[in-house]
């Protein structure tokens, strides 16, 4: 290894993919700091430590500046030290700490996987420096790259909170702070793509179309797999959290057709794929902060992070529900807001890499991941309809809802920035987009903008200010229109309810909301439902009946609880060598020694 | 200056043309049915005496709504109004085009569903919730099938937009009964059944509670309000089915004024087929089971995954 000892001198390059990470991390951690001291100002001082959210902050920044690998994994560890340490804010309450020692494994697993493929990385290349690592990407052979992607995928894909490594992010972030979680699901998790990006796009030459095939196989499944969760949830910030796995599902889909279009040598659709994805990296970072800083608004406001007892809060926190309805809505990929111009893209590019490959199976595969994200987008509709509608429309479903107080001035300055982002980048999204194109060296920009609307190679075109437009225009008309034909009132009264007064509890619920979709994939989310009727002694009269509905956990029981009776049972084996005798152990000793000199002779 | 003065007015000419006919193709299907029937059903005219009559009656709100409520009937007709200006129905270019495309029509056909679901839960009734929850679970089946007929259309015309790809069909006459195009087609009046609110997906003649799903989420509105949605969803059929002829029967379109009245009369005889054809698929099945909607969306999904690799590997 050339240079000083890695350790004494931290490293840093800024280049176009760093600087618009950082941009991300800077900006959205602005808000959130100015929601947290909101906060504080109504509440029992500031929300957990404030050194180590700083810490946290300057830490992913530390990550998307680092200029080698023992920096990047300094900050990184200190990345996600600082977060568990933050998660573990209301250490008291049931629960969190078991949510915490989960992200704590999950986190320190995967950064084992990328040490080892940073260790191959620097092996190959002789050097710990990414300007060598891309430099002398070329040279590396092709099996030791497809190890060193696959390591890497495995580790940053455990950040990013892709499926099947998703199991620690609804469990940490819920539990966190909502500043915290604003910040980990808007931002942290991103630093995951940052490195898949990195890696498969930097540090690596151009690989298999296999790579790409597997992240678009793995964003397809995390996507619709992270939306139907989400729909089953009714605490408020599990859900928002799911729907982080989705959205990272949707940035991957974008990442791996821009990985598999780059191994077929289409230049157009690898740079719209890419610039989709990282489009889609800045609008859910928008939104999803926004609706997290709500989520904190209301649970301060209600007491609970049960939309069931939630509802009518629109009436008391106006400004609150108008700024989460329009997160609500960019998430739900609607016209004119951000969340659309990023999908309209995505989908954009799976249809020019489908068009740009010649073998029938590369050419269907996006075509078809395109039908799973139109899936992905209508499902969040329906779980937002839920969320939003569930929470602050009708009638207030709990007394504390009924009491519920708008949020103060700091707080809903926060929110209100991250709702105008959200119409501001829908609404230019051609210079975002040209932007985030100059950025990424790789772009060469044929799609990116024309002085018009976003448009790509194709003939497909979106000009999303004049859809706006039109469409503002004409529900003017429809709302002037009818009045020509004369005035009419509108009286108040009660709604229908079949004659009786309607009370809270006729209210439809967010778990009988979701319901038909729960039937329509309970083969995917496997519900399971106890009914338990107590008879009252010696009749047949009921006294009482109790549901209770959940999911399983498909991937903990699975997938992790079956690896870890593999461990407990290898441990049970391993412990046999291990009886406790002195004389063993020094034989144990006499035995590596004998070996080490033989190998090393 | 004149070339967009003529943009907005053929938006404006396409766009009133489409809602003077809405009601009307509406009246012509329950007619058809009538007669299929064996009844003598209402006169063809009665939608367009129905939506006046609403338009000018006093409406009556629930006090738990909220501005959701309100505003939903009209974002919910200005989404299908622009919706409206995106598919070139006489006029071979849309007005819209080049300013949205087919996923832009997606997407408005998903705000609008958006307020509507919102609507049906705000007043707190338990009819218009679960209006509510069926209309997104049978939309999140429909909107994939949707998405996949138009990739199918897409991939061979060489892009999303509608205006192009009907020009691209009108070239190539022959691909008209391409197998692609065949499946394409049967996916997509799948799809228009379920968005339409028709049999065997929902039934636009009941308000019986076990069966409605978008008659469920109208439910606590009237007067004026409810004139503007039922008129809206008149309009967003007639936009649904002249997205079948753009994307199927595209010949006719006019290119020059002198066309214009061919257009429109080619447009007219496209529209009695496909109510005949509905009529038909109305009179012959009977309403599934909320439950089973999802297979005959699933088929159309895979009718549409069938199309795409027909088109992809037969080229």
């Not at chain 1, 821009?258 to 719209?272: D, E, H, K, N, P």
């Not at chain 1, 904190?296 to 108008?322: K, Q």
């Not at chain 1, 018009?452 to 229109?481: D, K, Q, S, Y």
Request: net charge positive; proline share 5%; hydrophobic share 55%.
């Amino acid at each position: 290894m050339d240079g000083p000892l890695p350790g004494l001198v931290l490293t840093w390059q800024l280049d176009g993919l760093s600087l618009l990470f950082g941009l991300v991390v800077l900006s959205i951690s602005a808000v959130t700091t100015v929601y947290a001291i909101g906060h504080a100002r109504h509440h029992h001082g500031f929300p957990g430590s404030g050194l180590l959210y700083l810490l946290f902050i300057g830490a992913m920044l530390a990550v998307v500046v680092a200029g080698d690998g023992f920096t990047f994994l300094l900050a990184w560890e200190t990345m996600s030290l600082a977060s568990f340490g933050l998660v573990l804010t209301d250490h008291r309450r049931a629960g969190v700490r078991e949510a915490a020692w989960s992200y704590l494994v999950m986190t320190h697993t995967a950064t084992a996987f990328i040490v080892a493929a940073f260790l191959l990385l620097a092996r190959t290349s002789g050097s710990l420096a990414f300007a060598d690592w891309s430099a002398r990407a070329p040279a590396v052979d092709p099996v030791a790259a497809s190890i060193i992607f696959v390591l890497g995928l495995v580790g940053f894909g455990t950040k990013a909170g892709m499926i099947p490594l998703h199991v620690w992010l609804p469990r940490a972030h819920p539990v966190a702070p909502s500043h915290v979680s604003a910040l980990m699901s808007g931002v942290m998790i991103k630093l995951g793509i940052y490195g898949l990006v990195r890696l498969s796009f930097d540090w690596l030459a151009p690989g298999p179309a296999w790579w790409g095939a597997l992240i678009l196989g793995l964003g397809v499944t995390s996507a619709v797999l992270g939306v139907l969760y989400a729909l089953m949830e009714h605490d408020l910030k599990r859900l928002l959290a799911y729907h982080s796995v989705e959205n990272i599902g949707i940035i991957l889909i974008g990442l791996g057709a821009s990985i598999v279009a780059r191994s077929l040598g289409a230049q157009a659709a690898m740079t719209l794929a890419l610039v989709a994805a990282l489009f889609h990296v800045v609008n859910h970072a928008t939104f999803k902060a926004l609706l997290f800083m709500g989520a904190g608004v209301i649970d301060s406001a209600v007491g609970t992070r049960d939309l069931e007892r939630y509802g009518g809060l629109l009436r008391r926190m106006p400004i609150t529900g108008l700024c989460f309805l329009v997160g609500s809505a960019a998430i739900s990929a609607l016209p004119p807001l951000n969340g659309f111009a990023s999908e309209w893209l995505t989908l954009q590019s799976l249809l020019a890499l489908g068009r740009a490959s010649d073998d029938p199976l590369t050419a269907l595969l996006p075509l078809l991941a395109g039908g799973a994200l139109a899936l992905t987008g209508a499902l969040a509709l329906a779980c937002f309809v839920k969320a939003f509608g569930i929470s602050f429309l009708a009638l207030p479903r709990s007394p504390q809802a009924t009491e519920a107080r708008e949020a103060g001035r700091l707080e809903l300055a926060a929110m209100a920035t991250l709702a105008f982002a959200c119409v501001a980048l829908g609404f230019g999204a051609v210079p975002v987009v040209s932007f985030i194109g100059q950025l990424v060296p790789l772009a060469a920009v044929p799609t990116a903008g024309s002085a018009l609307g976003l448009t790509t190679a194709g003939a497909g075109r979106l000009f999303v200010p004049g859809v706006a437009l039109v469409l503002l225009a004409l529900a003017v008309l429809a709302a002037i229109v009818p009045r020509l034909l004369g005035p009419v009132r509108s009286h108040i009264a009660e709604t229908w309810a079949c004659g009786i007064t309607l009370q809270p509890i006729h209210e439809y619920t967010a778990t009988a909301f979701a319901k038909p979709i729960r039937l329509m994939f309970r083969d995917i989310v496997r519900p399971v439902r106890d009914v338990g009727i107590v008879h009252r002694a010696g009749t047949r009269f009921v006294a009482s009946v109790h549901y209770r509905s959940h999911i399983a956990p498909v991937f903990e029981r699975y997938v992790y609880l079956a690896v870890k009776d593999r461990l407990v049972a290898a441990a049970h084996v391993v412990r046999r060598a291990q009886n406790g005798s002195l004389q063993l152990y020094l034989a144990y000793v006499f035995a590596a020694m004998l070996t080490a000199l033989l190998l090393a002779r | 200056m004149s070339e967009i003065l003529a943009s907005v007015g053929l938006a404006l000419a396409q766009l009133g043309i489409l809602l003077v006919l809405a009601p009307g193709l509406n009246g012509l299907i329950k007619r058809m049915k009538a007669v299929l029937q064996g009844r003598k059903g209402p006169p063809l005219l009665q939608p367009y005496f129905d939506v006046l009559k609403l338009l000018r009656k006093d409406s009556v709100v629930s006090e738990h709504a909220s501005a959701v409520f309100r505003w939903a009937p009209t974002l919910y007709a200005a989404c299908f109004a622009t919706a409206a200006l995106l598919v070139p129905v006489f006029w071979s270019r849309a007005p819209l085009a080049g300013w949205g495309d087919a996923i832009a029509l997606v997407g408005l056909f998903a705000l609008a569903r958006f307020a509507l679901a919102l609507a049906g839960l705000d007043t707190g009734s338990a009819f218009g919730g679960m209006g509510s929850s069926r209309e997104v679970a049978v939309a999140a089946l429909a909107e994939p099938a949707l998405l996949l007929v138009l990739f199918a259309v897409a991939w061979r015309s060489g892009g999303t937009d509608l205006s192009t790809a009907s020009a691209y069909l009108v070239s190539q006459a022959v691909a008209v009964v391409a197998p692609s195009q065949l499946l394409a087609l049967a996916a997509l009046v799948i799809v228009v059944i379920a968005e339409t609110g028709r049999v065997p997906a929902d039934n636009p003649d009941t308000h019986l509670e076990l069966t409605m799903i978008h008659e469920g989420m109208l439910l606590e509105y009237s007067g004026r309000p409810l004139g503007i949605l039922v008129w809206a969803s008149h309009l967003k059929q007639i936009v649904l089915f002249s997205l079948i002829t753009a994307l199927f029967f595209p010949f006719g379109l006019a290119s020059a004024p002198a066309e214009v009245p061919i257009a429109f009369g080619a447009f007219l005889l496209k529209l009695v087929a496909l109510a005949f054809v509905m009529s038909l698929v109305e009179s012959s099945s009977a309403k599934l089971r909320i439950l089973r909607v999802p297979e005959l969306l699933g088929a159309a999904s895979a009718l549409a995954m069938l199309a795409l690799v027909a088109e992809v590997v037969i080229r």
